[in-house]
């Protein structure tokens, strides 16, 4: 009996998911009874087969299911439905910005509505596509990667939402955006903000990570500011000690060595820099500054040769030559 009653609900289910809006429970008697519904649940679940229409790229199927859904319940759908319907079929189209734009236009006006969730998910899908590469024609005329348009999408999703689920993909979507086109000090500010926003937890955990790897791909040499660089040691200092196991998981001990080694040659040039100039005392200064904070690097392998050369003897100037020839 209990394999029959088994079978019987896998039927149950089969069926209520072949009626689409009729929903179906098994009574006490073994028969099959009509679940009712809300007004509200059969409203939404008609949003629903007009979303799978868009999603199929089936304009007219969707623009005939709206207008079912307006004949049989004309009160339950108002003027955010005419709005969301609109920006639907705008979509369905390959019209993304002008979508975007009315749904946008439908959560100004109608920021209460049921169909905000929907006209938001909406909108995330157009700024990932965005983000992705997409283009948009700008002036009629020309195409440009909508990369900037995606940002913005993102970003208003993220204002409307506050700290929400949504909010928080579509942060994600933007600072990811700026790590796969390089664009470190944007990433690093968007992680920052990420990390006031969401502190604890799995997206706290990763927005230090992401800070700590910005700042450290931003730095570009041993001939520009090392403040970057300190900033992204201090960061993964911070997240070793907070998140142990993960950061041996990742390596984040070679990785401060690494950045050790960065800093290491970077000192060491500024003493290079004093030897040529004439500044030995100076450069002995920096030679003796690598070999105390970092012993046992390259640099200050390389430090302790440069002082143990005899420091080279002093040119007479042009001018005192030729003054003591004519002396002598």
Request: charged residues 35%; proline residues 2%; hydrophobic residues 40%.
């Amino acid at each position: 009996m209990r394999y029959v009653a088994i079978v019987l609900v896998g039927l149950v289910l089969a069926a209520s998911a072949a009626i689409g809006a009729e929903v179906y429970r098994l009574g006490e008697g073994g028969e099959l009874e009509q679940v009712g519904q809300s007004e509200e649940e059969q409203y939404l679940l008609r949003v629903a087969e007009v979303k799978r229409f868009v999603n199929e790229g089936n304009a007219k199927a969707a623009k005939e299911a709206a207008e079912q859904l307006k004949e049989e319940r004309p009160g339950a759908a108002g003027e955010d439905f005419d709005a969301y319907i609109e920006a639907e079929l705008l979509l369905c189209k390959g019209k993304l910005t002008k979508a975007a734009r009315r749904y946008d236009k439908l959560l100004d006006d109608e920021p209460e509505s049921g169909l905000r969730d929907a006209a938001m998910e909406r909108l995330f899908e157009i700024g990932t596509d965005y983000l992705g590469g997409r283009k948009k024609r700008v002036l009629k005329i020309f195409k440009v990667r909508g990369y900037a348009e995606g940002v913005r999408i993102m970003e208003k999703i993220s204002d409307r939402a506050g700290t929400g689920e949504i909010s928080q993909r579509a942060a994600v979507a933007v600072v990811r955006h700026y790590e796969r086109r390089g664009k470190w000090e944007d990433a690093y500010l968007k992680w920052s903000e990420i990390s006031t926003l969401w502190p604890l937890g799995d997206l706290g955990r990763e927005s230090l990570l992401g800070m700590a790897r910005a700042k450290y791909a931003a730095y570009k040499g041993s001939e520009y500011d090392t403040s970057g660089i300190v900033s992204a040691k201090s960061y993964y200092e911070n997240f070793r000690l907070r998140y142990s196991d993960e950061a041996g998981e990742i390596g984040v001990d070679r990785i401060i060595e690494e950045i050790d080694a960065k800093l290491a040659v970077k000192e060491l040039d500024t003493a290079r820099y004093y030897a040529r100039t004439g500044g030995r005392e100076a450069a002995n200064m920096y030679y003796q500054m690598v070999i105390d904070k970092w012993p046992v690097s390259e640099a200050a392998a390389a430090a302790r040769e440069e002082m143990a050369k005899p420091e080279p003897k002093k040119k007479e100037d042009t001018w005192l030559k030729k003054l003591k020839r004519l002396v002598l």
